[in-house]
Structures are given as structure tokens and as C-alpha cells.
């Protein structure tokens, strides 16, 4: 049985992953979203999220006002499930009914 000083020894000195997070190119992120919805001049922002490796999860949000509110709502109009390729290009892969 190993003592701790030499478990936390072991943990220390064990080599790391080396994690690469890509972002999506913001004209390249523009493009895809325009050439995939409605173009609506509500849209408020684009978020990307890396879920792994050249993954990402894109989520479209539009701004919504309705009569008799005072305060604006913010829907996620659109979402996407895409890959990155290593060229930089957008694979739509998002499961569809």
C-alpha cells in the first residue's frame, strides 16, 4: 500500500491532457446562422458553446416584445448542434425529426 505523500507525488508528476478549446470564427459564425434562418432584425445574440473535441452547441436569441409588457423577452430562437472541421467549416449534425 502506498502512503499519501507518495499518492499526491504520483498525481503531481501525472502528465496533463493537453486541452484545446477552438472557437468558431465570428464571419464564419455569421454566415452559417444567416444562411440557416429567418433573417429577422430581432436577433439580440449568438452564443457558441464547445460541448467536446470540435463540437459545439450554436444558440440563436431574439429579442421579443409584446403588447401590455414593459420589459422585453429574450427566446432562444434557433439552436444548432455543429461541428468545426479543421478547415474551419460549420457541419450542421443536429438531430432532426
Known amino acids: 500500500m502506498i502512503s499519501k505523500t507518495e499518492c499526491e507525488t504520483q498525481v503531481k508528476n501525472k502528465p496533463k491532457k493537453e486541452v484545446v478549446v477552438n472557437k468558431i470564427n465570428k464571419d464564419t459564425l455569421q454566415e ?7 433573417s429577422d432584425k430581432n436577433l439580440h445574440k449568438i452564443d457558441q458553446l464547445n460541448v467536446f473535441e470540435n ?3 450554436i444558440n440563436v ?4 416584445r409584446e403588447e401590455g409588457r414593459v420589459v422585453s423577452s429574450f427566446d432562444i430562437s434557433d439552436s444548432f448542434f455543429v461541428e468545426l472541421t479543421k478547415s474551419g ?5 443536429t438531430l432532426r425529426n
Open 32 to 38: 452559417f446562422i444567416s444562411n440557416n434562418t429567418s
Open 55 to 57: 463540437f459545439f452547441r
Open 61 to 64: 436569441w431574439k429579442k421579443r
Open 89 to 93: 467549416d460549420i457541419i450542421d449534425v
